[in-house]
């Protein structure tokens, strides 16, 4: 496979990846404020840390896919 | 450099003008080709998914501060509702509960035992009332149905039960000592 094609599957998986760690977020919020709604405010703490790590996780992919992109890119002049 | 720029998205021409001469008012208004104004990349929409995904770790930050440190019920008071006596087996009575903005319901089941519930339904917020016959609690805005023995939903829009009130029978007074959520 050369550079090209893994270039684009490689930011296909990374799409395909952080749009289902988003909707994963999304269930997260929604959980976390039907709990505070409900006065249940023991899961709030471990929501938002578990979200964070989950933005944390899609920024990690995101640099890593366009530090690819870079070197692939640096080494194409 | 943009994206565009770098030579990785396709070309994008602009469209063909259909008739030499000078170019019709509508094109000088919207000079950007279609297909170039809804092309986004890959790379565009990783960022954009990536930057969704941090303002939803923030609203989680946020709710978790709201939860921490938000606005908590105040202190449960004693407060006199009615007498037991005033309410006759399937009957109900109306109150409010711990403050004057917080309609609740007492009922009295078909088991004889006084139970107190929040009116607020937890669907919308519309009052719910109570049916005798069927001894539950019932939403006319949306046709929820809570139990009127422990308010948990059982029929209906509503996922949540509503929230009790925990009452105290001193002689003949029935007695509000508190409201769990």
Redesign the interface.
Known sequence: MDTTARG?AL??A??AF??F??II??W??SA??????????TV??P??VA??V??LV??G??LH??HF?RAV?RAAR | MSDRQ?GDAPALAPAPRAQAGPAPRWREDFPVPWAADHYVT??E???F??L???L??A???V??A???WGRR?PPASRTVITKASAVPAGGSLLFRYPTADDPCILVRGDDGVLRAFSQVC?HLSCAVVHRADRDELFCPCHHGVFSATDGRPIAGPP??RL?VIRIDQHDDDVVAIGK??
Request: glycine share 8%; hydrophobic share 50%; net charge positive.
């Open positions: 684009t930011m296909t990374i799409c952080v749009g760690i988003v977020q999304l997260l919020v976390a404020l039907d709990a505070l709604l409900s006065g249940d405010r709030l703490a929501a938002a979200s964070l989950l933005a899609n920024g992919l995101l896919a366009l992109d890119r | 770098r890959r790379r929409l990783a960022k998914l990536t969704g995904s941090a939803l770790a609203a989680n930050g709710i978790a709201v939860g921490r019920a937890t996922t949540r929230p769990e959520p």
